[in-house]
């Protein structure tokens, strides 16, 4: 059964860290492109960030550029998404997704399998 898992999420302070993880199992990642995606109460799903599979290319939203690293373990079947310097605004539940392809997608219709989420919560 194709699956994948978010882990890693919770409750920070502004300034902090959180490293999410996304762990598939079922089927093997290193053929797909991975995305991150967020959704906040009210708000529509917005991608985060994107890793080809080949590893050697990322995309980041603009609004976490410089604060968000992505990257992947094929060896773990995970791609796991470091955030710092964490915002209130990113508050939201963040969605891991594999690609139909091995690169990148612009739009979420690109994406054919999504975790269940995991809650990241920034507030002092």
């Known amino acids: 059964q194709l699956q994948l898992v978010e882990s890693g999420g919770g409750f920070v302070q502004p300034g902090g860290s959180l490293r999410l993880s996304c762990a598939a199992s079922g089927f093997t990642l290193d053929n797909f492109a991975v995305g991150w995606f967020r959704q906040a109460p009210g708000k529509t799903r917005e991608g985060v960030s994107c890793i080809t599979a080949s590893g050697d290319s990322t995309n980041f939203a603009n609004s976490v550029k410089g604060r968000f690293t992505i990257w992947r373990d094929n060896a773990k079947n995970t791609v796991y998404l470091q955030m710092n310097s964490l915002k209130p605004e990113d508050t939201a539940e963040y969605y891991c997704?594999?690609?139909?392809?091995?690169?990148?997608?612009?739009?979420?219709?690109?994406?054919?399998?999504w975790g269940q989420g995991t809650q990241v919560t920034v507030s002092s």
């Open positions: 997704a594999k690609a139909r392809t091995r690169i990148c997608s612009r739009t979420v219709l690109g994406f054919d399998s």
